[in-house]
T-cell receptor, first 115, second 115 residues
Framework: AQSVSQHNHHVILSEAASLELGCNYS??????LFWYVQYPGQHLQLLLK??????LVKGIKGFEAEFIKSKFSFNLRKPSVQWSDTAEYFC?????????????FGAGTRLAVHP | EAQVTQNPRYLITVTGKKLTVTCSQN?????MSWYRQDPGLGLRQIYY???????DKGDVPEGYKVSRKEKRNFPLILESPSPNQTSLYFC??????????????FGPGTRLTVL
């Protein structure tokens, strides 16, 4: 079965530290890749997405992700985190199956940034 | 403004008391879906609908029902809630895409507690 793995369940960083959150998926076909963010008490927001083209994708708030097809990975990065980046981050994969987009989510990574 | 709305946002109920969580979208999307979010498990799909009167089970449908009598509405029904259905629920919608590039829009979430 298709799955999405996020390796870090909890990450604690100090402000200005660099961030990399791992995401791997298991599906051999064509996929679209997403990172969503959920700030405390809020709903999911799309951070960035990859459909095709340049495998380095830039999103909102200084985030970027790199799609490495050979590694089935789509890691999220930010050079310098801020306290306001404290949130839960979800990697997700869309399988275009049967004419609709089934989204499969990873378990999420909780990021806490300390001032 | 394009949006997905859910009501109620918070609900505390008791075991066995039927409840309905409403979901509505104003984007004329064909595809709607319900997810539940649990710590360490990410978001898991409960049910989805590809159009009016067309619904199907997702990954965790047990204990839930849905209906799709109108295109804009997709209520989630718990006929006899149990404590293991305590969770955060999200409704989402998207076009029934001819291409896989469409993204899903998420509602603000409903936090349900079953005592």
């Amino acid at each position: 079965a298709q799955s999405v793995s996020q390796h870090n369940h909890h990450v604690i960083l100090s402000e200005a530290a660099s961030l990399e959150l791992g995401c791997n998926y298991s599906y051999g076909g064509t996929v679209n890749l997403f990172w969503y963010v959920q700030y405390p008490g809020q709903h999911l927001q799309l951070l960035l997405k990859y459909f095709s083209g340049d495998p380095l994708v830039k999103g909102i708030k200084g985030f970027e992700a790199e799609f490495i097809k050979s590694k089935f990975s789509f890691n999220l990065r930010k050079p310098s985190v801020q306290w306001s980046d404290t949130a839960e981050y979800f990697c997700a994969v869309t399988l275009f199956s049967g004419g609709y987009n089934k989204l499969i989510f990873g378990a999420g990574t909780r990021l806490a940034v300390h001032p | 403004e394009a949006q997905v709305t859910q009501n109620p946002r918070y609900l505390i109920t008791v075991t066995g008391k039927k409840l309905t969580v409403t979901c509505s979208q104003n984007m004329n999307h064909e595809y709607m879906s319900w997810y539940r979010q649990d710590p360490g498990l990410g978001l898991r799909q409960i049910y989805y609908s590809m159009n009016v009167e067309v619904t199907d089970k997702g990954d965790v449908p047990e204990g839930y029902k849905v209906s799709r009598k109108e295109k804009r509405n997709f209520p989630l029904i718990l006929e006899s809630p149990s404590p293991n259905q305590t969770s955060l629920y999200f409704c989402a919608s998207t076009r029934l895409a001819a291409s896989p590039t469409d993204t899903q829009y998420f509602g603000p979430g409903t936090r349900l507690t079953v005592l």
